[in-house]
Each structure stands twice: as C-alpha cells, then as structure tokens.
Nanobody
Framework: QVQLVESGGGLVQPGGSLRLSCAASGRIFSINAMGWYRQAPGKQRELVAGITSGSSTNYADSVKGRFTMSRANGKNTVYLQMNSLKPEDTAVYYC?????????????????WGQGTQVTVSS
C-alpha cells in the first residue's frame, strides 16, 4: 500500500520559520496532486497549499506570501516552507496525496493521509 510520513513540525516563536516535509512511499504509480492541510482544536480541517503533478500551486488566502509549497522533481516528496509564522498557524499539519496505486491486482485511485505533525507558534 501507500504510506505518507510528515516531519519538521515543532515549537517556534511568532515570526519564525519551519519547513515541513512529506515523503510518500509504497506501490505508487502516479500522483495527481498533493496537499498540505491543517486542523486546529475545535476547527475543521482546511487546505493550506496544494500542488499538481505539473508543479502548479495554490494557497489559502491566510498563508499567501508566507508559505511556499514545492515538490522535488522525480521524487514523491513535497515540502512546505513556512515563514513569518503567527500563533493562528498553530495546528496539526497533514500531508495528503491524490494518487494511483496497484492493489489486489488492479489500479486504484484515492486519497491518502499522513499521520500529521504538530506546529505550535507561541512566545
């Protein structure tokens, strides 16, 4: 099957920076898109940034100009560079992949999620 593993979360002061990584592994045959989501306590999970197989990106309005998502060419790894962090950015950040895998003798397309990594922005 497929596994997504995030890393890079932690505790930072307001105005600081973090870089999150997400590595996808397993029987992956193609990736249509990957995204970073976040969820704060008591709030809905929201899309932070997304990237297509052609490397076009989109961002939530709340992070435009501060966050940058990228993907290594030819690798199933994406990054989220987070600058000028604010307390409002505190959340668990999840990696998501819309991909096609080979399972039980056939190709299956669907969404896969990482375990999440905690980002805390506090003085």
């Amino acid at each position: 099957q497929v596994q997504l593993v995030e890393s890079g979360g932690g505790l930072v002061q307001p105005g600081g920076s973090l870089r999150l990584s997400c590595a996808a592994s397993g029987r992956i045959f193609s990736i249509n898109a990957m995204g970073w989501y976040r969820q704060a306590p008591g709030k809905q999970r929201e899309l932070v940034a997304g990237i297509t197989s052609g490397s076009s990106t989109n961002y939530a309005d709340s992070v435009k100009g501060r966050f940058t998502m990228s993907r290594a060419n030819g690798k199933n790894t994406v990054y989220l560079q987070m600058n000028s962090l604010k307390p409002e950015d505190t959340a668990v950040y999840y990696c998501n992949a819309d991909l096609r895998t080979y399972y039980s003798g056939t190709y299956v397309t669907g969404d896969y999620w990482g375990q999440g990594t905690q980002v805390t922005v506090s003085s």
